[in-house]
Every structure is written in structure tokens, then in C-alpha cells.
T-cell receptor
Framework: DAKTTQPPSMDCAEGRAANLPCNHS???????VYWYRQIHSQGPQYIIH???NNETNEMASLIITEDRKSSTLILPHATLRDTAVYYC????????????FGTGTSLTVIP | GAVVSQHPSWVICKSGTSVKIECRSL??????MFWYRQFPKQSLMLMAT?????????EQGVEKDKFLINHASLTLSTLTVTSAHPEDSSFYIC??????????????FGPGTRLTVL
């Protein structure tokens, strides 16, 4: 699975959009980009995933660059409950393999 | 849907005792489950892959005789920490794989179990 690089921490004002970047320059053609988040002392929560097209769901939007070497998770209107560690993971979805977590980005939403 | 539970949510035990942690997929069947360990301020580290009806596959550096994994049914995997020591104190998290069709699957994580060994 391709490695990912994320900034260790970010702050965002409550109500503003939070844009979390992820670099995955060695991604392969069959690898998806997944985003999970972990609120303190809880299990990871699935947010969104995508292959090459931009994706949107009720939680967030995922923007993947055309060369697929990087992506951005967007929380459109951050709330205090969005304070968490956000993990970007690249994995081939059809392999059935496990997720290997990187260090993630610790997002703090500020009132 | 796709809920994974863990029991207990926290446990405190004496050094030298064994502790069993259960991971259940509540509304789906999971042929594969995964066990992770997380130390304070660190990321999740995969320990092993648990396959229903067969032996678990352990990651490099994880002692299989110390961390016993049993996946006896499609909805239950157990992790037993044998002869626990204070350095085994950690947050243990499981996940279960939900197969959607032939080529796609998702993973759902449990809430974690906090183990403290005195």
C-alpha cells in the first residue's frame, strides 16, 4: 500500500471549512484513498473514500487531484465535535487487506 | 448498519493474569477481522488479521503466543492477552471487514478496549 504524508496538526475556526491535505505520490492505479477520523479514546470512524473522482457525502467532500498524487478532505462547516485525528489511508479496495495507519492530522476546531 | 462492538470497554488486571477481549460484528458477518493496538499519542498499529476458521496472521514483531486470537464464528473474534504485563497496557481496537460484492469491501471499527495492567 502507498504511503501517505499529512501535516501533524491544524486549527480551524468553528463554522469555517476545514481543508485537510494528504500526499500519496506513490499511489497505484487500483488504490483508493480512504479517510477515517478518531475522536479521543474512540475507534476510528469512516468518513469517505474515492478512487479518482471527487466524492461528497453528508460528512465531507474528497477532492483528488487529476494525477491522484494528493487529495484534500473538506469539512464544509467545522464544528467543535469535528476535533479529532484525521487519517488518510491508501489501499487497494479489492485486496481485502488491512489498513495501515499513518500519523494523521490532529484537527482542532476553535470556538 | 455495520456496527462493531467490543467487550469490555475497559479492563484493569494484575500483572501475570490473562485478559480476553471480544469483538463482534452486530449486523453483518465478517470472515475477516483485524486487531490494532494504540499507545497514548500514537497511531493505530496493526497487530494481526483474524480469519474465521483458520489461524490468525500476525504482523512482524507481534508475539502470537502472547496475543492469542480466535475467530470461531462469522460474528466474533477474541483477543487474549496472556500473562499481561504493564507494558501491555494500551488501547486495543478491532475492525471487521464487510464484503460488498466481489471486488469491494469496507472496514468498520469497534469502539476500543482500554487495558490497564497493574
Amino acid at each position: 500500500d502507498a504511503k501517505t504524508t499529512q501535516p501533524p496538526s491544524m486549527d480551524c475556526a468553528e463554522g469555517r471549512a476545514a481543508n485537510l491535505p494528504c500526499n500519496h505520490s506513490t499511489i497505484s492505479g487500483n488504490e483508493y484513498v480512504y479517510w477515517y477520523r478518531q475522536i479521543h479514546s474512540q475507534g476510528p470512524q469512516y468518513i469517505i473514500h474515492g478512487l479518482k473522482n471527487n466524492e461528497t457525502n453528508e460528512m465531507a467532500s474528497l477532492i483528488i487531484t487529476e494525477d491522484r498524487k494528493s487529495s484534500t478532505l473538506i469539512l464544509p462547516h467545522a464544528t467543535l465535535r469535528d476535533t479529532a485525528v484525521y487519517y488518510c489511508i491508501v489501499r487497494a479496495s479489492n485486496t481485502g487487506n488491512q489498513f495501515y495507519f499513518g500519523t494523521g492530522t490532529s484537527l482542532t476546531v476553535i470556538p | 448498519g455495520a456496527v462493531v462492538s467490543q467487550h469490555p470497554s475497559w479492563v484493569i488486571c494484575k500483572s501475570g493474569t490473562s485478559v480476553k477481549i471480544e469483538c463482534r460484528s452486530l449486523d453483518f458477518q465478517a470472515t475477516t477481522m483485524f486487531w490494532y493496538r494504540q499507545f497514548p499519542k500514537q497511531s493505530l498499529m496493526l497487530m494481526a488479521t483474524s480469519n474465521e476458521g483458520s489461524k490468525a496472521t500476525y504482523e512482524q514483531g507481534v508475539e502470537k503466543d502472547k496475543f492469542l486470537i480466535n475467530h470461531a464464528s462469522l460474528t466474533l473474534s477474541t483477543l487474549t492477552v496472556t500473562s499481561a504485563h504493564p507494558e501491555d497496557s494500551s488501547f486495543y481496537i478491532c475492525s471487521a471487514r464487510l464484503q460488498r460484492g466481489r471486488s469491494y469491501n469496507e472496514q468498520f471499527f469497534g469502539p476500543g478496549t482500554r487495558l490497564t495492567v497493574l
